[in-house]
T-cell receptor
């Protein structure tokens, strides 16, 4: 299947700083990317949907000014956690779906990024 | 997307078949059944999906009842590496604003033991 890569795999940052997480589709053009968050022993919760070249659509309860999403190209989306606090510590996962020959297929997931805010 | 119901946990002996059930009684005619799994501390991995016919690939088989209100994922020869959380998700396959968006339930924790 298609490959989606996240970077970094894990990051530790100080409270109050910002952290950027990258999500790349390595072998296909991702028309849409999704960002999920997963707390320990819980399921994945969708945070936002981003389409290349347009503003992201955030799920209810997700602060768009805190979680900045940029989808500037068909192979890269970034999630920036601004002014991070310990409660933002979580496992962040992206997924991507493609166009063209990859239409009507499953979403492909990155390996996730473990964020710890101290 | 239709809601799904799965048992919280299941055990399976290594080498035996693992049969994971899923109820989706409110599924609509244009909704597919998807299965993903998540191994600890990794992103979800696609397994299989289907509409109404049974499907098989190199990883698993998917059996969907005739009324489409339930399905079963079958791992024919479970290994220790199949220990993971298995998610059954129902969604529209293509088109519309929700395309690609997945709503995860709690899934089934499958533990394969020696």
């Amino acid at each position: 299947g298609a490959v989606v890569s996240q970077h970094p795999s894990w990051v530790i940052c100080k409270s109050g700083t910002s952290v950027k997480i990258e999500c790349r589709s390595l072998d296909f053009q991702a028309t849409t990317m999704f960002w999920y968050r997963q707390f320990p022993k819980q399921s994945l919760m969708l945070m936002a949907t981003s389409n290349e070249g347009s503003k992201a659509t955030y799920e209810q309860g997700v602060e768009k000014d805190k979680f900045l999403i940029n989808h500037a190209s068909l192979t890269l989306s970034t999630l920036t956690v601004t002014s991070a606090h310990p409660e933002d510590s979580s496992f962040y996962i992206c997924s991507a779906i493609g166009g063209g020959l990859l239409m009507n297929t499953e979403a492909f997931f990155g390996q996730g990024t473990r964020l710890t805010v101290v | 997307d239709a809601k799904t119901t799965q048992p919280p946990s299941m055990d399976c002996a290594e080498g035996r078949a693992a049969n994971l059930p899923c109820n989706h009684s409110t599924i609509s005619g244009n909704e597919y059944v998807y299965w993903y799994r998540q191994i600890h501390s990794q992103g979800p991995q696609y397994i299989i999906h289907g509409l109404k016919n049974n499907e098989t690939n190199e990883m698993a088989s998917l059996i969907i009842t005739e009324d489409r209100k339930s399905s079963t994922l079958i791992l024919p020869h479970a290994t220790l590496r199949d220990t993971a959380v298995y998610y059954c998700i129902v969604r529209v396959a293509a088109g519309g604003t929700s395309y690609g968006k997945l709503t995860f339930g709690q899934g089934t924790i499958l533990t394969v033991h020696p």
